[in-house]
């Protein structure tokens, strides 16, 4: 119950900005204080929600820090949990820390893609949506990479080459499988003039083809030659998604047909066409790699640009007056948000805080 009461305390309170003039992104952080105090409170101060989160609880208490800043290099990530032990702060403050500046990320990535005042519509999207809202509690690393990589396609867009690249060095030394990611992400930009319909119909028609032929026998002729991968296959951590994991992705392949459909209609600006065809592209790769467990992890990286579509489609239709659809695509993307969150409650969809473990703060 507590995630949907924040979603739709967060949303309601982020439609308010319709009431003020366009703002700069500081005015935004400031506007929205009460979202980002409650986003740490519930991301910042779970406790064992994630698979992972004794593990990280290991690291900020500075064992196994080996592991993270010499076998895996990832020093950026080190330096942060570095702070935390030489602070002699307890590990959950590592938890909060990450989740603050994942929050401050997230405003920027909707800043940027829209006015302040469909900001509100975004939230609601990437929480119903993406997945990362949840998942962010599991892998710590990787959806802090994530949020900078988000970050990373809008500075594409705007064309700030410089801060792209920079941001893009500290990702990598966050989380090494964001190298994958990157040269992805420069061919999609070089592709930014494709993006008439036919070309996205088509990217997102391959997407879907190659979630239903990609199999444990095809990445088993690729992984061997990447190490680090390579013992995922033979201890059988690559399983194939079942049906029903794969349904969760497929329904909303009509809501990105209509998005495509319409584009047109939309009056995007440059920059603003330039996300759309990175979200289309970054939904597609989710689905093509979702078959395996493993490497659908690569999918992840594009998730909260992938929401962008999706949102630019609320927007046109709240703007032409078009109500039952608009109201239609809310139910659609809140009934299995709910679902997962209020009957099912497996995994980071479940909640816990370290608050209801209070022998543990000491």
Known sequence: ?????????????????????????????????????????????????????????????????????????????????????????HPQWGFIFISLVEVLLLLYVMHFSVKNKYIYLFFFVFVCFSGSFHNQMNGLRQYLAIYMLSVVVCLLCRQKFFMAFFLSVITFFIHKSSGIVLPVILVIYALKSKDSRKVLLTVLLVGVALSMLLNNHIIGMIVPYFERYSNYLKTGAMDDYGIVQKITKYIYIPIYLSAIYKYPSFKLSEEQRRLFLFGVYGFAIKLSVMSIATVS??????????????????????????????LIMLLYLLAPYALKVLVMKTGEYGFDSIFFHWNQLQ
């Open 1 to 89: 119950m507590i995630y949907i009461l924040y979603l739709f305390g967060s949303t309601l309170y982020l439609s308010t900005l319709s009431h003020y003039k366009q703002s700069g992104y500081l005015k935004l952080i400031g506007y929205s204080i009460p979202l980002i105090l409650f986003w740490c409170l519930i991301i910042g101060c779970q406790y064992g929600v994630g698979t992972d989160y004794f593990s990280y609880i290991d690291i900020f208490k500075g064992n196994n820090f080996d592991y993270i800043s010499g076998i895996r290099g990832e020093y950026v990530f080190s330096a942060i949990a570095g702070l935390v032990i030489k602070a002699g702060l």
């Open 297 to 326: 992890r690569i999918g992840l990286y594009l998730e909260i640009i992938s929401c962008i579509p999706l949102v630019y489609l609320m927007i046109y239709l709240y703007n032409k007056g078009r109500t039952k659809q608009y």
